[in-house]
């Protein structure tokens, strides 16, 4: 079996801090078809090897006509991950144009002030969080809203782990720069090509997957919403 | 209205590790039927207080799986499973013939998750990390099932997965003061803190830090004394009492509690 595990899934990355970034990292990982939404106004935010494997797209979701592209690329998204949902956008509504839709909401994201520890942590809670409601799918036949709490993951972790404070060494010939490995070996793991420029995939995904017009996408350029 | 998430699996939960316990106990916090076996038939040691948050939402049984017969059981009960988690060295999963071929033989698309270099009596953040992420791989595993039908073997290194959490040049993890949190407002306000039933009274255990809006999870039962599913384990494998009454004699399985 050479297949990728999760190909035939499409994720969303709308999210702005870390944990969101790696969440759907490892659904990258996967294989799935991850396409991380950017401000058009500032540089993708973070460590940029978390976006390895991605598309990018820019899109500014707070202003209207970006949310209509939302909602829209929402539509063909099996997964959302966001950790910042604009609010002109609610579960309710996506889920009426996509009861399939999973929408992982991370409340509480760690900043970068917390440590990669912290928000890796819950970047893998919201994957395992995430990955359930797909595997009820089948049964439900259709998704729902999961909410995962940065202070609540390290909270749930220090009930667990024995000792405040945990001393980890250096890894030998790792810099701080690499990709981080998949935190387990699964058959279907998908290799990843380096991370994307912001909206280097602009095209592919508003004209190939939405059906915009060249004409629409400079309009849309213009306007600074994408 | 809706059941819970894995409601339709059953995990086995060999140990002895306990990052295998909170990989397991990940499982039956989203509704998985977990069956943790405890190798000591004869119960021993005193039960820590980490020991019931990371064996809660399972049925416990007890079963000496290095006698011949225990092993026999134990592969029955491996073909009722369809994911088992084990924390062996290469040694002890050869000495005990649970490789993954040897337990593939009871059931052929049965999952396995196993984690390397976990810990015994007390919890280190490697086991929290990565039983973490063996629940994670499990999860992926079962969905690959569900479109494939296949099984496959997952595997975790507890001490790979950590540094790969921290970076290359190290540091220190601080986590929260677990005193402190239960005063917290804000994880009080979100009912961050469960009750539970146990024998010695009601117990307050921290929930599950996801919330699904169609499929809730719950801390839904204490951690088991040893033994106390044996009844309900040992019938799945349509023992009867007095074949468990034979067993429990003969020290391949413990005590038959009321």
């Not at chain 2, 995990?11 to 000591?40: C, H, N, Q, S």
Request: some cysteine; aromatic content about 6%.
């Amino acid at each position: 079996m050479t297949e990728a595990l999760l190909s035939e899934l499409l994720v969303i990355d709308l999210s702005r801090g870390v944990a969101g970034a790696y969440c759907c990292l490892l659904f990258r990982h996967l294989g799935a078809e991850v396409v991380r939404a950017d401000s058009p106004n500032q540089s993708s935010a973070g460590e940029p090897y978390l976006n390895a494997g991605k598309k990018s797209i820019t899109l500014d979701a707070s202003r209207p006509e970006g949310a209509v592209l939302l909602r829209r690329l929402a539509e063909h998204a099996d997964v959302l991950v966001t950790d910042d949902l604009p609010s002109n956008l609610e579960y309710a509504a996506l889920s009426r144009q996509n009861p399939r839709l999973v929408l992982t909401r991370i409340t509480n994201s760690p900043s970068n002030d917390d440590g990669r520890f912290s928000a890796y942590f819950t970047g893998l809670n919201a994957f395992v969080a995430t990955m359930l409601p797909l595997v009820k799918m089948a049964i439900l036949g259709r998704g729902q809203q999961v909410e995962v709490d940065g202070a609540e993951c390290l909270a749930a972790a220090a009930f667990v782990a024995d000792g405040r404070r945990t001393e980890v060494q250096r890894a030998e010939g790792e810099g701080d720069e690499a990709l981080p490995p998949a935190p387990f070996k699964i058959i279907g793991l998908a290799p990843l090509t380096p991370a994307p420029l912001p909206g280097e995939h602009n095209d592919e995904v508003y004209c190939g997957l939405l059906g915009l017009s060249g004409e629409e996408l400079s309009h849309l350029t213009e306007a600074s919403i994408i | 209205m809706y059941r819970l998430p894995l409601a339709a699996y059953r995990v086995l939960d060999l140990g002895p590790t306990r990052a295998v316990a909170y990989a397991a106990r990940l499982l039956g916090d989203a509704g998985a039927e977990v069956i943790a076996v405890d190798r000591e038939t004869v119960m021993a040691t005193p039960r820590s207080s980490g020991y019931r948050q990371v064996n809660r939402n399972k049925l416990g049984c007890t079963l000496d799986f290095a006698t011949p017969s225990g092993a026999g059981l134990l592969r029955r009960l491996v073909s009722l499973c369809d994911v088992v988690i084990d924390g062996f060295d290469a040694t002890e999963r050869e000495q005990l013939g649970l490789n993954y071929d040897a337990l593939r033989a009871s059931r052929p698309d049965l999952i396995v998750a196993s984690i390397d270099g976990g810990h015994g009596r007390d919890s280190s953040l490697d086991d929290v990390v990565a039983g973490t992420a063996a629940a994670a791989a499990a999860c992926a595993a079962l969905l690959h099932h569900r479109d494939t039908g296949e099984g496959q073997h997952v595997e975790v290194d507890a001490r790979d997965c950590l540094r790969s959490f921290v970076g290359g040049s190290g540091g220190v993890v601080s986590l929260p003061a677990r005193e402190e949190l239960p005063a917290d407002s804000r994880l009080r306000e979100r009912r961050f803190f469960e009750p539970v039933s146990t024998m010695s009274g009601v117990e307050e255990m921290p929930a599950l830090p996801w919330r699904f809006s169609l499929t809730p999870c719950h801390v839904r039962l204490p951690a088991p004394e040893p033994g106390q599913h044996n009844r309900y384990v040992f019938g799945l494998l349509g023992l009867s009492e007095a074949e468990m009454a034979d067993l429990e004699r003969e020290g391949v399985i413990g005590a038959i509690l009321e």
